[in-house]
């Protein structure tokens, strides 16, 4: 019993070590539609070594009812990205200079593709069935989506974004419906109404009047996990 306890210990700090968790206002956005698969709940972020993961939780059952689009628009420290668009040309903008994009949908086995700014927006990977130039099938392991119950779960290669532990992203998430000129209907970081219609345009952190985030890359939550297996190691001395 002890050492399932310790075990547990060591899962816990393994598991939290790192993750930032952003709450958004519940009931924020200017459509019911859907039931609350637009209005963002929450957010949990984490990255290891390889990986950056954006956890969203929704207000309602994104499996269930799974027309909502999922978007996250990066501000990274690689260089200077586009100031009035974003990878799906939606109208979504961050002044500052968005560099990656994260577009993603939760139907049809669900799909998600990222894009990168150099001068223009180029899709970089893609996952789903759908999600591939076309509407091919892709499958790379630089780009991945997942979804339960009132979670969407996208996780994205830190090489494939250009980031190191140590940088700081600015961001922020959206949720968007079908339409190709939908707007961001939630934002994650606006605690208030973001648009007031379906194609009202949104612009997001400096030079806006809407706040964004910031996330820390972190080195791998060695330290942390040596501290739990510290720990494990004490508990088993005492037995
Ligand atoms: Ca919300
Ligand atoms: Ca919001």
């Known amino acids: 019993m002890r050492k399932l306890c310790a075990v547990l210990v060591v899962g816990a700090l393994a ?15 200017f459509t019911g539609a859907g039931g609350g698969i637009l209005d963002i709940v929450s957010a949990e972020v984490t990255n290891n070594a390889s990986n950056i993961t954006f956890k969203l939780t929704l207000n ?3 499996v269930a009812t799974d027309w909502g689009k999922y978007l996250i628009g990066i501000d990274t420290p690689a260089g200077s990205g586009d100031p009035t668009g974003n990878g799906w040309a939606r109208p979504i903008s961050q002044p500052s200079g968005m560099n990656n994009w994260l577009g993603s949908w939760v139907d049809s086995g669900n799909g998600v593709q990222s894009f ?4 223009s927006w180029n899709m970089i ?22 979804t339960s119950g ?4 996208i996780v994205a290669s830190l090489a494939s974004l250009g980031l190191v532990p140590g940088n700081i992203i600015f961001f922020d998430a ?5 339409g190709g000129g939908d707007s961001a209907i939630d934002s994650l970081a606006n605690p208030n109404q973001s648009v007031n219609d379906w194609g009202v345009p949104y612009s997001y952190g400096p030079g806006s ?24 190691a004490l508990i088993r001395r005492r037995r």
């Open 150 to 153: 009132n979670t969407v779960t």
């Open 15 to 29: 598991a939290t070590a790192n993750a930032t968790v952003y709450n958004d206002t519940i009931g924020d956005t």
């Open 174 to 178: 959206f949720t968007s419906g079908g």
């Open 209 to 232: 009047d809407h706040p964004e985030l910031t996330y820390l890359v972190v080195p791998e939550p060695a330290t942390l996990s040596l501290i739990g297996l510290g720990a494990l």
């Open 116 to 119: 990168s700014y150099s001068g």
């Open 125 to 146: 990977a893609a996952n789903g069935p759908f999600a591939g130039p076309g509407g091919t099938p892709a499958s790379s392991p630089d780009v991945s989506i997942s």
């Open 60 to 62: 309602n059952d994104v």
